[in-house]
RNA sequence: GGGCCGUUAGCUCAGCUGGUAGAGCAGUUGACUCUUAAUCAAUUGGUCGUAGGUUCGAUCCCUACACGGCCCA
């Protein structure tokens, strides 16, 4: 016993030894059950307390005990397993009156091996009558109040298999989430796409701009990066052939906590050759209406307090018309010229850096004036080069890439774009970024010299995009915290 | 990083102007053979997040810190 055991668990850690005492198993492995709650109320539920008593039908069912109300020779409790719950109805005649002695002296919170015949009760509940109990496993910690069950937010994320067991609520999240990523593979699959999964250790991070977390290989005596992104490994792929690809795995970013940013996170990316940014938009707009239609049967849901209508088609909007719709006072002639813009941020509280060219200034104020105004689902596009160092130049406007963003609930979800696949270009524009770095930007990416080398072999023309499943699973589950869609959040050690 | 809020029994929460802490559930004991948050009777359980300070006296006021939540950057 240890001496942070409070009273309840050091009563509980005296019935098991007592039940070590008997010499039997503690902790048997040899109960074998033959139904699920959720079965059993599906399949019988429905049946007449004649057909019922008629058919006689015997049951095996194994689960937590989650509700006991005793009454004298006879007893309620509720059995809950990966299914539900199903109601089990133990009489001292039935038992014998040791066992059910023994059942008196069991906890809430232990696991138990029921055998018996179905019947209904006279409130008319689809229940067992118990001809044969056993206890499987003595749980020795107390569980939350059987009513209001766990609400303390630190305590779900801290201790996920309490809130799993108290509340349906969050085990259908993660069913949810589940389903949803299922959905995702199943479509990409059928479109002929090939699941890969490439390099989370990487001697050069790349792919995003974000700070990586830095580890060390011994016995190659050098540092490597946990990734930020797959992207410039796929794309290698596509180089080797591999013509549409995806994976959907973590990427790791040494940033900040909070609602939206988990330093793991996971991601959908995929690359598809042949297609260009406006395909990817129409890929993205399937996607979700497939997704939500897999994961909620519907097209129509509320999220967060909005309500979403997937049925309308999404808006596409440029960055600089977004820009202007949100600021009426910006002149869309001078969007490109930098003392206007810096005077533009000032003016709006936003803060510049002086190495901010008219790109990077323009998408400051649209992050601060504009995105949060995106609830429905909208594509933005037409990003700068200057914050697209992976994107395709567009052909018309050399300022423009052919890039996209997802935004749905004020939220970004995705982004896309026609890949830059012109090895020289791809090469000025590291050096520009390792000019950044080498300026003290943390977050500008470094010189990949064997990328250069993958897209000098000649790259297909081809368009790649990346999800946040994690934001897509909040939105679909109307999760207001990144934390409840993941089942182990980031936290400060207790 | 900044602001605001929170931390009291295993859980959910009260606790007034500073006078050494309460309820419900859970637990324990007893009654009860159809309950539905079962009911009835009795009863155990607290380093009031941590460390300082003010005070005759601090869960309460002040300071710092820890952890969490929300908002902002």
């Not at 969050?170 to 995702?184: D, I």
């Not at 649209?366 to 080069?385: I, R, S």
Request: charged residues 30%.
């Amino acid at each position: 016993m240890t001496e942070d055991d409070n009273k309840l668990v050091a009563e509980r850690r005296a019935k098991l030894a007592a039940l070590r005492a008997t010499g039997g198993p503690a902790f048997p492995n040899d109960f074998r059950r033959d139904a699920l709650a959720n079965e059993l109320l599906l399949g019988y539920g429905a049946l007449s307390d004649a057909a019922l008593e008629a058919s006689a039908v015997r049951v095996k069912v194994a689960g937590r005990m989650m509700l006991r109300r005793i009454m004298g020779k006879a007893s309620f409790a509720k059995l809950q397993d990966s299914s539900g719950q199903i109601q089990i109805f133990v009489q001292r005649e039935a038992l014998g009156e040791q066992p059910y002695d023994d059942f008196k002296g069991w906890d809430v919170g232990d696991i138990l091996g029921a055998e018996g015949v179905l019947f209904r009760t006279k409130t008319g509940e689809l229940s067992v009558r118990v001809e044969g109990l056993r206890l499987l496993v003595k749980s020795l910690q107390p569980l939350p109040d059987k009513w209001h069950g766990l609400a303390d937010t630190e305590a779900r994320y801290r201790q996920r298999y309490v809130d799993l067991i108290m509340n349906e609520d969050s085990r259908a999240v993660f069913q949810k989430r589940t389903a949803l990523v299922r959905f995702l593979r199943d479509m990409l699959d059928a479109r002929g796409f090939l699941e890969v999964e490439t390099p989370m250790m990487q001697p050069i991070p790349g792919g995003a701009v974000a700070r990586p977390f830095v580890t060390h290989h011994n016995a190659l005596g050098i540092d490597m990066y946990l990734r930020i992104a797959p992207e410039l490994y796929l794309k290698r792929l596509v180089v080797g052939g591999l013509e549409r690809v995806y994976e959907i795995n973590r990427n790791f970013r040494n940033e900040g906590l909070s609602t939206r940013h988990n330093p793991e996170f996971t991601m959908l990316e995929l690359y598809q050759a042949y297609a260009d940014y406006r395909d990817l938009m129409d890929l993205v707009e399937q996607m979700l209406r497939g997704a939500a239609e897999a994961v909620l049967g519907t097209l129509q849901f509320d999220s967060q307090g909005q309500h979403h209508d997937l049925r309308d088609a999404f808006e596409r909007v440029t960055v600089e018309d977004l820009i202007l719709r949100c600021n009426p006072g910006l002149e869309r002639a001078r969007l490109r010229d930098v003392p206007y813009l810096r005077a533009a941020c000032e003016a709006r509280g936003i803060p510049w850096k002086p190495g901010d060219g008219a790109g990077k200034l323009q998408i400051e104020i649209f992050e601060k004036t504009g995105e949060h105004t995106l609830v429905q689902p909208t594509f933005v596009y037409a990003y700068p080069a200057e914050v697209s160092p992976l994107s395709r130049a567009n052909d018309l406007d050399p300022f423009l890439t052919d890039r996209f963003e997802f935004f749905v609930g004020g939220r970004e979800l995705a982004n896309g774009f026609s890949e830059l696949n012109d090895a020289e270009d791809q090469a000025a524009r590291f050096r520009a970024q390792v000019e950044r770095k080498d300026a003290g930007d943390e977050e500008a990416m470094f010189y990949d010299a064997d990328y250069i080398r993958a897209l000098e072999y000649g790259m297909p023309p081809t368009a790649g995009l990346g999800i946040g499943i994690d934001r897509l699973a909040m939105l679909l589950t109307g999760s207001p915290s990144i934390r409840d869609v993941l089942l182990f959040p980031q936290m400060r050690p207790e």
